[in-house]
């Protein structure tokens, strides 16, 4: 049945679409960054997909590959009952390259999912309404699921300024441990 929407994407969109495929019934798209919107769009509002609801976003790391990374939609049709995972190439060259256009106006489900994605991968989702961390703190240096993060990284702890005051059992550690609280 997704078959039908690649067939679309490589008739309307022939200069987005880099690569078309299918792997154990799941159909895949591989399209450029910058037409990643009006693709999107077109599987959305399309009546005969109706690709209504984006059920997950996420990025890919391929560390030593180019490119590094890709972002990967992964798309359903309540109406028709079908599939669909759009890929999308990101290159890591330098900070100006590690983006791709958000999908929020698309789909409302894709502003949490994007942020995750710039918040642990460092992926800039450009028109973004609200793009700031939502798992790591704003002093956080990094970004943690990217391969190259280094594994015994040390991030400065940074107290909330509207964090309740603790008593020292609290924040006292049992000797010759790092992670247990005093008992």
């Not at 942020?115 to 793009?131: I, K, N, Q």
């Not at 509207?162 to 020292?168: G, S, V």
Request: include cysteine; aromatic fraction near 10%.
């Amino acid at each position: 049945m997704s078959q039908r929407a690649l067939d679309l994407l490589r008739e309307r969109h022939a200069d987005a679409v880099l690569e078309t495929g299918s792997h154990v019934g799941d159909e895949i798209a591989l399209v450029r960054k910058d037409s990643i919107f009006a693709v999107l769009r077109t599987l959305r509002d399309d009546a005969s997909l109706s690709f209504d609801m984006l059920t997950d976003l996420t990025v890919v790391d391929y560390l030593g590959q180019k490119p590094r990374f890709e972002v990967v939609y992964q798309l359903y049709s309540l109406r028709y009952k079908h599939r669909l995972r759009v890929k999308a190439p990101i290159m890591d060259e330098s900070a100006t390259e590690c983006w791709i256009d958000s999908v929020t106006p698309l789909w409302k489900a894709a502003n949490w999912a994007e942020r995750e994605a710039w918040d642990l991968y460092g992926v800039e989702f450009r028109g973004h309404p609200d793009l700031r961390r939502i798992f790591m703190y704003d002093e956080f240096v990094g970004y943690p699921l990217r391969k190259d993060y280094p594994v015994n990284g040390r991030q400065p702890l940074i107290r909330r300024p509207d964090a309740p005051p603790t008593d020292d059992l609290t924040t006292r550690l049992q000797s010759g441990s790092h992670d247990r609280r005093v008992e």
